[in-house]
Antibody
Framework: EVQLVQSGGGLAQLGGSLRLSCEAS????????MSWVRQAPEKGLEWVANVNQDGSEQYYVDSVKGRFSISRDNAKNSLYLQMNSLGADDTAIYYC??????????WGQGTQVTVSS | DIQMTQSPSSLSASVGDRVTITCRASQNINNFLNWYQQKPGKAPRLLIY???TLQSGVPPRFSGSGSGTDFTLTINGLQPEDFATYYC?????????FGRGTKVD
């Protein structure tokens, strides 16, 4: 059974940092692109970042470029999102998701990130 | 970047109604268009991929159509469990933008 189990997140101060993790099981992580998607309170889904199978390519939404970093450790079956210089607009539920032919069939359970002054 | 414009942003419907949601891409994305359903407090669920292919386990009252820039999600015979928010998402390239969502209530 494919599972994506997220950890990390929580409360951060304005300008602070957080690291999200997503542990994969039930499939071979190294064969899939992976993404982070977020959802601000009462807002829609926003794609945040993609990483290719070996981590050599990363893509980001403009609003997080230079602040967020997506990475992976296939040996540990894990995906990460390092978030720096956090702002109030980064407050959201963050989901990791497996990419297959441009679609998201499997999602993590979501983790809340709250940025406060 | 390609923008995804979804309409309407919300609609009111009743059980048994036929519901249609549209999604327009700012550039040709061929058939690389996916639809998701999301209920409060839950992760999104893939309904349709490649514009018109029903994901396994999704009831056949859901259907998708379109190609290029204009796409449609149709629910034939709305059921109580279908009251939710629906999102389109482009599946081509390396940036997988979502539409802003349509809330069905």
């Amino acid at each position: 059974e494919v599972q994506l189990v997220q950890s990390g997140g929580g409360l951060a101060q304005l300008g602070g940092s957080l690291r999200l993790s997503c542990e994969a099981s039930g499939f071979t992580l190294s064969t899939y692109w992976m993404s982070w998607v977020r959802q601000a309170p009462e807002k829609g889904l926003e794609w945040v970042a993609n990483v290719n199978q070996d981590g050599s390519e990363q893509y980001y939404v403009d609003s997080v470029k230079g602040r967020f970093s997506i990475s992976r450790d296939n040996a540990k079956n894990s995906l990460y999102l390092q978030m720096n210089s956090l702002g109030a607009d980064d407050t959201a539920i963050y989901y990791c998701a497996r990419v297959a032919w441009g679609r998201y069939e499997y999602w993590g359970q979501g983790t809340q990130v709250t940025v406060s002054s | 970047d390609i923008q995804m414009t979804q309409s309407p942003s919300s609609l009111s419907a009743s059980v048994g109604d036929r519901v249609t949601i549209t999604c327009r891409a700012s550039q040709n994305i061929n058939n690389f268009l996916n639809w998701y359903q999301q209920k409060p407090g839950k992760a999104p669920r893939l309904l349709i991929y490649s514009a018109s292919t029903l994901q396994s386990g999704v009831p056949p009252r859901f259907s998708g159509s379109g190609s290029g820039t204009d796409f449609t999600l149709t629910i034939n015979g709305l059921q109580p469990e279908d009251f939710a928010t629906y999102y389109c998402q482009r599946g081509d390239g390396r940036i997988f933008a979502f539409g802003r969502g349509t809330k069905v209530d």
